[in-house]
């Protein structure tokens, strides 16, 4: 027995991945690929009941407030200029503050529900030793959702709030967003390992208990 909680068999079979073409894949699709792999690593491990959502329900959060962020903002007409903003209505204000309301939510929800799938696996492993750097996923992954959150919306919040953006504040939020992109891609590498150890130690395939 793994631990006291009690887990849920998932439904889909547990699939062994290359974690050098997880990586290659995320690079090529901007990211995509690390959502779809995230998804079904959802899918795909045991869930610890009343805790842990399916897959299926973190995906259509996802697509969702994906949907509202970019609808609202495009529903309000402005498209970033100042001068647009000075002259948009108090409704186009309100709907475009809420696209970027929409959006900070997209990253608390991502940060949540990985954080929520690191928690899991490490559970899992918990009787066998962690793998090299496995007790900094959740740093790299805090640290990762929180750059990606500024370099997202920053650039955004100070130009509608007519604050040109100088030379050196955009370096620096291009800066911001690799340190965040590269933290991202560390704590999938680290969470790939852990996920091949649990396969290796035959804890993928675990029955209630």
Not at 46 to 66: V, Y
Not at 137 to 158: E, S
Not at 175 to 195: E, F, K, P, T
């Amino acid at each position: 027995m793994v631990s006291q909680t009690e887990w849920i068999v998932p439904k889909r079979p547990f699939r062994k991945r290359n974690g050098w073409l997880i990586l290659l894949f995320t690079l090529l699709s901007l990211g995509l690929y690390a959502l779809y792999w995230l998804f079904r690593l959802h899918e795909e491990l045991p869930r610890r009941r009343g805790i842990d959502h399916t897959g299926i329900m973190w995906i259509t959060l996802f697509a969702f407030l994906t949907f509202c962020m970019l609808g609202l903002m495009i529903a309000s007409g402005i498209r970033g200029e100042w001068q647009l903003w000075h002259d948009a209505s108090t409704a186009q204000q309100l709907l475009f503050s809420s696209g970027l309301t929409a959006g900070v939510a997209l990253n608390v929800l991502f940060g949540r529900v990985s954080e929520r799938l690191t928690d899991r696996v490490q559970q899992l492993l918990s009787p066998t030793p962690p793998p090299m750097l496995g007790t900094t996923k959740k740093a790299l992954l805090i640290f990762g959702v929180c750059c990606q959150m500024l370099a997202m919306l920053l650039p955004l919040a100070l130009e509608v709030a007519l604050i040109s953006l100088p030379q050196s504040i955009a370096a620096s939020v291009d800066i911001i967003a690799r340190l965040g992109g590269g933290s991202l891609l560390g704590w999938c590498i680290v969470l790939h390992q852990d996920i091949r150890k649990l396969a290796e130690n035959g804890i993928i395939d675990l029955p209630n208990s």
